[in-house]
């Protein structure tokens, strides 16, 4: 089958899912008024974290907070089971779940004076809840925040070409924020100026890798990138809102939705053949059980708690109107759920065009395919984003890219979704600590510095 007819359906059931379902929820279950709601980010603005902010510049934000590392690495391992299972649980997941949750947790906390999910936890179930989930949640995020700088880093290391291009991100960011809120001035053209910028530094990236190792050992260089990325995303999480975390995820997304344009024109030209069978084969040994594994393993790409995060801790306290509650919680997961598909089509399609590669689980192989990449579940969840860095390189460079530029490109894709994602999360995990401290009466935690 042609992977072209994957993308016509996935994009077909995305735009229903918006222009209809949406709307519905947005009428019907949500009632969304904007004359009958008064909205945190104006009635708290402090500069900070409560500031009214445009729609299409708060969807920016909100869309590459949620969209991580996940919706790539979850739809690369599911393709072990075929191509249709991971579609379907993309779509209905996605249209039916993730974005109805996303959409119901934004509006709820907005109600709500912006206050995080486990904070409105004390009124509709008991204060005793509300700490348990508190807890819970501070749990969660730390262990995101791990996991997300240990991928960033390792991607450095790996990757060297992909340094500048990631923190010449920062500077472009200030100065985004600095004209926008200060100057005051249209955004149209700075915005247009900050893509091309971004990408012109991609191409350098390739003629000057930054790299670590030259100097010291792999695993020490993992860790000194550790320590300077929670360093970097502990000082913006104490910034205004509007001078860094806002502005970069704002070019961030015009980054990302130019490089998944480019990975659905690479699937256009090169129209590669899905290579995967529909369903796997659940009788062959080592084969674990597809329910309820599957929708373990995407779980970001269809549905997740983490968003509903994002959505009460920085998206509601942005939010302008309450209609544009719809375009930020169920867009952005659309457009996450849009990450998911080509992110599945690069793994059951794409790697069909490698024809040299090394596995992180396997080693060099030639004639790459989707049997030889899937031949066993630990391979397969070994090898974890390999999938959707080399399909998607081959993609790119099918349309025309230099093979260094496409994998630069496909690392910087990787890391830019998970490093914003580390910049909301430490954001709210500030929140989420100052929350804490108010429901204990621990000074030290509802004062001071978490209370910015």
């Not at 880093?153 to 500077?171: C, G, H």
């Not at 350098?204 to 000194?224: E, H, R, W, Y």
Request: hydrophobic share 50%; proline share 4%; net charge neutral.
């Amino acid at each position: 089958m042609n992977s072209v007819v994957l993308v016509f359906i996935g994009f077909a059931v995305f735009f229903m899912g918006y222009k209809y379902y949406s709307l519905y929820l947005g009428n019907n279950i949500y009632n969304i008024n904007d004359d009958q709601t008064v909205l945190p980010s104006s009635s708290f603005e402090d500069g900070v974290d409560y500031i009214p902010t445009k729609k299409h510049i708060l969807f920016g934000h909100h869309f590459t907070s949620i969209a991580g590392a996940a919706p790539i690495i979850g739809p690369c391992v599911a393709a072990y089971w075929g191509w249709l299972p991971a579609l379907l649980w993309i779509l209905i997941g996605t249209v039916f779940m993730g974005a109805a949750h996303d959409f119901g947790a934004l509006v709820t906390s907005v109600k709500e004076k912006g206050r995080s999910i486990a904070d409105i936890a004390s009124s509709t179930i008991s204060d005793r809840a509300r700490i348990m989930f508190l807890i819970f949640v501070i749990l969660l995020v730390w262990l995101v925040l791990a996991v997300f700088a240990m991928a960033i880093a390792d991607l450095f290391v790996s990757v060297p070409t992909s340094v500048i291009p990631i923190n010449v991100q920062i500077i472009i960011a200030i100065t985004m924020g600095f004209l926008i809120y200060k100057k005051k001035i249209d955004i149209f053209i700075p915005s247009l100026i900050a893509l091309g910028l971004l990408y012109f530094f991609v191409w350098v990236g390739t003629t000057s890798p930054v790299d670590f190792t030259d100097t010291m050992p792999i695993q020490s260089a993992k860790n000194l990138w550790i320590i300077l990325l929670f360093i970097y995303s502990a000082i913006a999480s104490l910034l205004p809102v509007w001078t860094l975390l806002q502005p970069r995820d704002y070019i961030n997304s015009h980054q990302l939705f130019v490089g998944l344009g480019l990975l659905f024109l690479g699937i256009f030209v090169a129209h590669p053949t899905v290579d995967a069978p529909a369903i796997r084969s659940l009788s062959e040994p080592g084969t674990p059980s597809l329910f309820p594994l599957l929708f373990v393993t995407i779980a970001c790409g269809a549905i997740s708690g983490f968003h509903g995060l994002v959505a009460s801790g920085t998206s509601s306290k942005q939010l302008a109107k309450l209609s544009d509650s719809r375009m930020v919680g169920y867009g952005g997961m659309i457009g996450e759920g849009t990450l998911a598909l080509v992110s599945m089509i690069t793994a059951v399609a794409g790697i069909s065009l490698v024809s040299q590669a090394n596995l992180p689980a396997v080693g060099p192989v030639s004639d790459l395919n989707w049997s030889v990449y899937y031949d066993t579940w630990a391979h397969a969840s070994g090898n974890k984003a390999s999938a959707f860095v080399l399909g998607g390189g081959a993609l790119l460079t099918s349309i025309g890219l230099s093979e260094p530029l496409a994998n630069t490109l496909m690392a910087v894709l990787v890391i830019s979704f998970a490093a914003t994602t580390l910049d909301t999360a430490t954001r709210i995990q500030r929140f989420i600590l100052n929350e804490f401290g108010k429901a204990t009466k621990v000074e030290i935690l509802s004062n001071g510095i978490l209370q910015r």
